[in-house]
């Protein structure tokens, strides 16, 4: 019996440390607007980002956009959905920000202001430290986090979401995804305790902030944003681990590993313990 166990355990071992291994980046985050080409005017007037590509799918009626501040095949960028004759959605409770590093924020938030950007905070140093910082929220109220920093290959450096439970998601994404706890930082004067985490340092590459309030273990997901999508070198083996780790902590698989009809494109998808999802890509 004894003999059997370890027999099974070592497999899974060797495969809880393969996405360690794979070569794993974040791509994509895609979620819902009501006006594609206002959204398109506000990222790249505002922002700075670059429109990549668009296309309009009417068989299906949706047209997307991809924008980012670097080509697709280095840099994260957005994926804009816009669904025909939908024009606001509910972004819930769960999703908080996505965040773009600057070298200077009060120009930016200026820039922002000038063309209609809803500034939330201005800008100014976080309370107790010296990270200048604003918030804005785009035409569809999704907010960004404006952050002060040298320059960075990946100015779009941030998807932060709440989670009910912050050991149990970073050991997900540590176990199912291969990412590395970057930093962890508790403030109970403001009842909150978040997470870095991700494949690089969080001054090259984007990251997750993962969020948790205190006692707060659920929230509403609403229908605007959608997902993020990671690159790895093998969708098969990514969809095996992720269904061991869900047996541990939580989640579900959506879309078992394949190919995606009419193109070479192969996908994964799945859900975190607190219903965040994922699309893994070869």
């Not at 495969?15 to 070569?23: R, S």
């Not at 670097?70 to 769960?94: K, M, Q, R």
């Not at 998601?169 to 004067?189: H, N, Q, T, V």
């Not at 944003?225 to 095996?240: H, L, N």
Request: include cysteine; charged fraction near 25%; aromatic fraction near 10%.
């Amino acid at each position: 019996m004894a003999e059997e166990a370890a027999k099974a355990v070592e497999p899974n071992v060797e495969l809880l440390e393969w996405p360690k291994k794979d070569k794993r980046r974040l791509l994509h985050a895609v979620y819902r607007v009501g006006d594609l080409e206002r959204t398109i005017k506000f990222y790249t007037e505002g922002f700075g980002m670059k429109l990549l590509r668009q296309r309009d799918i009417p068989e299906e009626k949706y047209s997307n956009a991809f924008l980012g501040f670097g080509p697709e095949e280095s840099n994260f960028v957005v994926e804009l959905t816009y669904n025909y004759g939908v024009t606001s959605y509910d972004i819930g409770t769960g999703f908080g920000h996505f965040a773009i590093a600057t070298e200077d924020v009060y120009k930016l938030v200026e820039k922002l202001r000038a063309i209609g950007g809803n500034i939330t905070r201005e800008p100014g140093p976080v309370k107790g430290g010296t990270s200048v910082i604003a918030f804005v929220k785009d035409p569809d109220g999704y907010i960004f986090e404006l952050i002060q920093r040298g320059p960075t290959p990946e100015p779009l450096c941030q998807v932060m979401l709440r989670v009910g439970d912050l050991d149990r998601s970073i050991k997900f994404y540590e176990k199912a995804l291969g990412m590395k706890l970057l930093r962890k930082i508790d403030r109970p004067e403001h009842k909150y305790t978040l997470a870095m985490v991700g494949y690089d340092d969080e001054y090259k590459t984007t990251v997750l902030e993962l969020t948790y309030n205190y006692g707060v273990t659920e929230y509403t997901k609403g229908n605007a944003y959608a997902q993020v999508a990671i690159g790895t070198d093998d969708v098969y083996k990514s969809g095996e681990v992720v269904n061991l780790v869900i047996q541990e902590l939580g989640g579900k698989i959506t879309r078992q590993p394949g190919p995606i009809p009419g193109i070479n494109t192969k996908i994964t998808s799945f859900l975190d313990p607190d219903g965040w999802k994922t699309v893994s890509f070869l």
